[in-house]
Every structure is written in C-alpha cells, then in structure tokens.
C-alpha cells in the first residue's frame, strides 16, 4: 500500500510563510527516488492546480506563476519526502494543498493539507 500523508498546513495571516510537508510510506519507499513530485492545491469552488512540480532526475522544478518567487519545492530522498516552502503568502492562496507522486505509468496522491491565509 503507497501512502503519501501531507502536513504542514495551518492558518497564517497575509504575509507570513508555511512550509509542508509530504512523506511516503509503504511500497513507495524503495522507488521515490525515481518518481516526480508536486505539490496541487484545489481552492473552494475551483479546480484543482498545480503549484509546483520537481522532477526525480535533474531535480528540475517547475512552479505556477502565481507562486514564483513566493514558493519553493525541494525533496529529501533519504527522508521519502517532498516539501513546499511557501512565503509572502497571499489570502488566494487559501486552499487544500495536495501531493502527488508521479510517473508515465501511475501516479499517488495524498489526502490533503488545509492552508488558510487571512489579514
């Protein structure tokens, strides 16, 4: 069983930083090294959208507009985890923030992690 349980997420007020967290457990242990990761947030009312991805190889990343410079992605392979720095945050960008573990053949996702901005 593949397990990808996000943390982090909290209310904040306008400006201030989270960073989340998403660790890996069960049969994606011994191969998370091989898959892309990214982080998705789905708004109430919106679709779901990526915020940021990091590929498993170069450790290339990629981010949504509306967060460069704001976020940042990074990964720990010996810890199985992905994490989200996110600072100078926004109240758009209240949201459920989601992980996702991915290749051409499957993809896991992860339950979710509440993050509210307000003033």
């Known amino acids: 069983q593949v397990q990808l349980v996000e943390s982090g997420g909290s209310s904040v007020q306008t400006g201030g930083s989270l960073r989340l967290s998403c660790a890996a457990s069960?049969?994606?242990?011994?191969?998370?090294?091989?898959?892309?990761m990214g982080w998705y947030r789905q708004a109430p009312g919106k679709q779901r959208e990526l915020v940021a991805t990091?590929?498993?190889?170069?450790?290339?990343?990629n981010y949504a507009d509306s967060v460069k410079g704001r976020f940042t992605i990074s990964r720990d392979n010996i810890k199985k985890s992905v994490y989200l720095q996110m600072n100078s945050l926004k109240a758009e960008d209240t949201a459920v923030y989601y992980c996702?573990?991915?290749?051409?053949?499957?993809?896991?996702w992860g339950q979710g992690t509440q993050v509210t901005v307000s003033s």
């Open positions: 990091l590929t498993s190889g170069s450790g290339a990343a």
């Open positions: 996702r573990a991915f290749l051409p053949s499957n993809e896991y």
């Open positions: 069960g049969s994606l242990l011994s191969v998370f090294r091989f898959y892309n």
